[in-house]
């Protein structure tokens, strides 16, 4: 049996973009992907309006927590997708990285995010179907 690919989504406050992201990651790939999120320096709590946002797409991301990332969260994993989280995400040479580009939901009403959520979703698809094919 072949490993299954490992991603990990990080931003700053790990309570928007990697959440939605993950979020995507593990609903679109019927648990074919090992996914991980954290943030460089969590929220306390979810964006209210990105739970709202997923929602809308008939995901429920009421239970998930921002955690902080460790070095073993990217060790594990095959691929890293940063975004906004800049220098403060650990480097492992061998390890693939990019860096999306999505504005910060945080500053962000829920009409933006929900482009927010459509472009995430949109770069989700695209990652697993190379990771996947």
């Given at each position: ?82 975004m906004g989280c800049g ?47």
């Open positions: 049996m072949t490993k299954k690919p490992a991603v990990m989504f990080v931003c700053v406050h790990n309570a928007g973009r990697s959440q939605m992201a993950a979020a995507y990651a593990r609903h679109l790939s019927n648990g074919e992907v090992d996914v991980r999120s954290a943030g460089s320096a969590p929220a306390d709590q979810l964006n209210p309006d990105v739970v709202v946002a997923m929602r809308e797409e008939g995901i429920d991301i009421t239970s998930h927590r921002p955690r902080i990332l460790t070095e073993d969260d990217i060790r594990v994993s095959d691929v890293v997708i940063t220098d403060t995400c650990p480097f492992f040479p061998g390890k693939r990285y990019e860096d999306w580009k999505f504005a910060d939901p945080a500053v962000s009403d829920l009409d933006s995010i929900r482009g927010i959520r459509d472009g995430i979703k949109e770069r989700v698809r695209d990652l697993l179907n190379e990771l996947l094919s």
